[in-house]
């Protein structure tokens, strides 16, 4: 997966995801081995953290990932699918991929486009997974992007069987890096939302957003009562039906925090 020497920095990175200095030790192999380009984004995201309003930094960090991104992301687990959004439309686009969808009068052309942003990248590393339709691949690597990946936020979107996918993820330890986890265009139920509410992988989330259209009050009282998700700086429930009762002892416990 990984090009020869890249996994001890990688792993060391992920280990220790609020610490710059294994990132710059990685920083400085690359310099050594032939990738110094990669070296300067990793070391002018760094400066970008601690010194955001730098526009000359940020432009230069915009230019290297423009150009490099595709090379970089290869050597992650599962590559451009989990590291980019896709985005489909009906005509072709700067990096699009042609691919032909069928309907009842026969083929059309279709196009798929996706481009890292600078917004899912986080000192030097991609920040963001987005998990699009099947949650296949991204459960196939799960391990891996925990091991390798400093990863911070995951964008669940449109997804196929969205209530299995958090099941799962609330058990798998890669949920405990996860500082945001936002799902879009889909519902989970109850099930589902009590198994991410009681998991103590969830104690390290500060933004939960979700649509809650399709939970009952028992998914309402299990977030409220939830002895994992004390962090929280915002939660979303967007949608909801919850009782009068459950609302307020929500907004009980969370305060100007949440949204239901």
């Known amino acids: 997966m990984h090009p020869l020497g890249h996994e001890p920095f990688l792993r060391a990175i992920s280990e220790a995801p609020d610490d710059d200095a294994p990132r710059l030790v990685f920083a ?50 599962g590559t451009a699918a989990l590291w980019t959004e896709f985005t489909v439309s009906n005509r072709p686009t700067p990096g699009a991929t042609r691919f032909e969808v069928g309907n009842e009068d026969g083929l059309f052309d279709t196009w798929i486009y996706c481009q890292s942003e600078l917004k899912d990248w986080e000192r030097g590393f991609p920040a963001s997974v987005y998990v699009q339709g099947s949650s296949d691949l991204f459960l196939n690597y799960v391990n891996t992007i925990h091991e390798f990946v400093p990863v911070r936020r ?50 390290g989330l500060r933004l939960v957003s979700m649509i809650a259209d399709h939970m009952s009050d028992r998914a309402g009282r299990a977030f409220a009562e939830s002895p994992y998700l004390g962090g929280l700086e915002s939660l979303h429930l967007l949608r909801n039906h919850f009782a009068g009762s459950v609302r307020s002892q929500l907004r009980s416990r969370f305060g100007f925090r949440v949204q239901c």
Not at 31 to 51: C, K, M, T, Y
């Open 28 to 77: 400085d192999w690359l310099d050594e081995n032939s990738e110094p380009e990669r070296a300067e984004f990793i070391r002018l995201q760094v400066r970008l953290a601690r010194a955001p309003q730098e526009i000359a930094i940020e432009q230069r960090c915009e230019e290297l990932l423009r150009a490099n991104w595709p090379k970089w992301v290869i050597t992650l687990p």
């Open 154 to 203: 995951l964008r669940l979107m449109n997804l196929d069987d969205p209530d299995s996918l958090i099941c799962t993820l609330a058990g798998v330890p890669l949920l405990q890096r996860v500082r945001d986890l936002m799902l879009r265009g889909v519902s989970i139920a109850d099930d589902a939302a009590v198994a991410l509410a009681n998991s103590p992988f969830a104690s």
